[in-house]
């Protein structure tokens, strides 16, 4: 059974920075594609990054630049760092996660090129003017 809890929103002004953590248990595969996606009231939810079990990383045209996704060396936290802040990051952040015995690679866009099956509770990241 695959558990993603994610940690590290909170509320910041603009310019500011965070980092969120999301720790993954049941992870029984080499091969599989993590990320973070974001929804913000009303809209859909967006993928922000991605990387692959062969480290390849994604963005987002909207965080390229700003955000950094990466692993620690177990492989089983996956962080976001996000700096330079903006209003229009404020969202929901969720972390996701799919993995097996085929290829997970990450495509363009801040995407896994397979969508995710396990996903955390999300963590509210706002960013006030």
């Known amino acids: 059974q695959v558990r993603l809890v994610e940690s590290g929103g909170g509320s910041v002004q603009a310019g500011g920075s965070l980092r969120l953590s999301c720790v993954i248990s049941?992870?029984?595969?080499?091969?599989?594609?993590m990320g973070w996606f974001r929804q913000a009231p009303g809209k859909e939810r967006l993928g922000v990054a991605a990387?692959?079990?062969?480290?390849?990383?994604s963005y987002a045209e909207a965080v390229k630049g700003r955000f950094t996704i990466s692993q620690d060396k177990a492989k089983t936290t996956l962080y976001l760092e996000m700096s330079d802040l903006k209003p229009e990051d404020t969202a929901m952040y969720y972390c996701?996660?799919?993995?097996?015995?085929?290829?997970?690679?990450?495509?363009?866009?801040?995407?896994?090129?397979?969508?995710?099956?396990?996903w955390g509770q999300g963590t509210q990241v706002t960013v006030s003017s």
């Open positions: 996701s996660f799919k993995q097996g015995p085929r290829d997970y690679p990450v495509q363009r866009g801040g995407y896994c090129y397979h969508p995710p099956i396990s």
């Open positions: 990387i692959d079990s062969w480290g390849n990383m």
């Open positions: 049941g992870i029984t595969y080499a091969n599989y594609c």
